[in-house]
């Protein structure tokens, strides 16, 4: 993992699931404790803040969901341990830890929660959580704002650096910092397809001075040359999909305007791509990362590959002019309403 850090800015997510109930739905209240690490430099970076709480991260952020069911926050201890021996003391202070806690439907008492974070802070081998991304299944309980005070408390005690978000609607998002928690950022689904974060939330956010950090930009790969020209409908004809996260999104192609009308997109995203010499991917998560209230974007990375580096570093390079973006918004908004059909964001994760 410490290879990487040199060349490219990066987020390594690990996802380790603590409790494995689930819902009706197939999301529960599963504890989840998902870490990143952020290797920050040069013009890809960016400050969030919200008062004097901030945070500098690389803007193109990779997130390696293969890692989810396993002991996240002991492997960033590990890989934080080995920057620290073999790596000049220089990189050690712009690597960044990012830990997301998804607490079961409990009593969220100052120490329930305390406890929790050291759990982190010991597993991770930090002192201070850079950022801890706070997640809560049922809005009917209104024990999120509970944690969050307490997680305001431990960050103004020097445990945490910044408190954010994972999944709010932008109702909750506004009741929160209507009781002051000073969160920086709202991590939440975004791309091409499901524009659902800037009809509400981007608004709020650049009111209020709150950041979106996204994720399914490049909708799990489908975004992709991989799947240009090709018809899903005929059994074996085109690319499995054959991870979680490609059959995740092929269900809100679906909800979005169908297979065919995806083609299209990726159509004039090709189009694109060949007249500034970069792929769809990177075209996708530049029209993203220019869109109001956008701090960052997760790009999902596998252990042991590095095929999309160049990628990813073309982003920052990419100049989409006006004819470009004015393509993108037309094809994406033939599509149906994600807003209507699923509602704000997060709501995938709490419909019945």
């Given amino acids: 993992m410490a290879e990487i850090l040199p060349y490219s800015c990066c987020k390594l ?23 990143s690490c952020v290797a920050t430099g ?55 830890g990012l830990t997301k806690w ?10 329930f929660v305390e406890k929790s974070i050291d759990v982190s802070r010991k597993r991770m081998d930090v002192a201070c959580l850079d950022m801890l991304q706070f997640h809560w299944w049922d809005y009917a309980n209104s024990g999120y704002l509970d944690a969050l005070k307490h997680l305001t408390d431990l960050k103004d ?15 909750r998002l506004r009741i929160i910092l209507e009781n002051e928690i000073p969160v920086v950022s709202n991590q ?3 791309s091409i397809i499901d524009m ?42 085109g690319p499995p999909l054959n991870t979680p996260s490609l059959q995740k999104y092929k269900r809100m192609v679906d909800a979005w305007g169908g297979w065919s009308q995806f083609q299209v997109l ?51 390079s990419l100049d989409l002019d006006e004819e470009d973006v004015e ?3 037309e094809i994406s908004s033939r599509g149906k309403d994600l807003m209507k059909v699923i509602g704000d964001c997060g709501d995938e994760y709490r419909r019945a």
């Fill in 13 to 35: 997510g690990f996802y380790s699931i603590k409790d494995k109930t689930r819902r009706g739905n197939g999301i529960g209240s599963a504890t989840l404790r998902p870490v």
């Fill in 42 to 96: 040069g013009e890809k970076v960016i400050v969030i803040k919200n008062g004097e709480d901030s945070l500098e991260m690389c803007r193109v952020v990779n997130g390696m969901w293969q890692t989810s069911d396993g002991p996240a926050e002991d492997l960033y201890g590990l890989f934080i341990n080995r920057v620290r021996r073999e790596r000049p003391p220089q990189l050690l202070e712009n690597v960044r």
């Fill in 102 to 111: 998804v607490p079961p439907p409990v009593k969220m008492s100052r120490s």
């Fill in 157 to 171: 005690e020097g445990k945490i650096k910044t408190v954010a978000l994972t999944n709010f609607d932008t109702e």
């Fill in 188 to 190: 939440v689904q975004h």
């Fill in 196 to 237: 659902r974060p800037q009809q509400r939330m981007a608004e709020l956010c650049q009111q209020k001075g709150v950041k979106l950090i996204t994720y399914g930009t490049v909708m799990g790969g489908l975004l992709s040359e991989k799947f240009l020209d090709t018809n899903l409908s005929i059994p074996f004809a």
């Fill in 266 to 316: 990726l159509q004039q995203l090709s189009k694109i791509g060949r007249k500034h010499g970069v792929s769809i991917a990177t075209v996708a998560v530049k029209y993203i990362l220019d869109q109001p209230a956008v701090a960052g974007s997760m790009i999902g990375v596998r252990l042991g590959l590095s095929d999309h580096i160049r990628d990813a570093n073309a982003i920052f």
């Fill in 327 to 329: 393509s993108i918004r």
